[in-house]
Nanobody, 125 residues
Framework: VQLQASGGGLVQAGDSLRLSCAAS????????MAWFRQAPGKEREFVAA????????YYSNSVKGRFAISRDNAKNTVDLQMNTLNPEDTAVYYC???????????????????WGQGTQVTVSS
């Protein structure tokens, strides 16, 4: 599975961005998919996850109510809609896929098998 993340950029506080993760090599219908982020000098942290087949979603407390993860079966993509961005959201955002869908509630990086290259999100104040 190859994952390609896109959609990052430089925005102002309060703006919105939509990230997309395109998968190739295998359909994601039985996967757990997630977005993580890593700010400079910090560890990679969980942002959001989705059970692809059931559509159930999970969010970190820091983004709950502002971000929304979704998947598109036809396009084999998973998106992250980010609203009301603030400078603390500045980070490189990574999409990840796990073959074992049960890890969708783990919220930790070692549970995921495949990673995209990351896309930079910068929010200015």
């Amino acid at each position: 599975v190859q994952l390609q993340a896109s959609g990052g950029g430089l925005v102002q506080a309060g703006d919105s961005l939509r990230l997309s993760c395109a998968a190739s090599g295998r359909t994601l219908s039985m996967f757990a998919m997630a977005w993580f982020r890593q700010a400079p000098g910090k560890e990679r942290e969980f942002v959001a996850a989705i059970n692809w087949s059931r559509g159930t979603t999970y969010y970190s407390n820091s983004v709950k109510g502002r971000f929304a993860i979704s998947r598109d079966n036809a396009k084999n993509t998973v998106d992250l809609q980010m609203n009301t961005l603030n400078p603390e959201d500045t980070a490189v955002y990574y999409c990840a896929a796990a073959i074992d869908v049960s890890v969708v509630e783990d919220f930790v990086t070692p549970s995921y098998d495949y990673w995209g290259q990351g896309t930079q999100v910068t929010v200015s104040s």
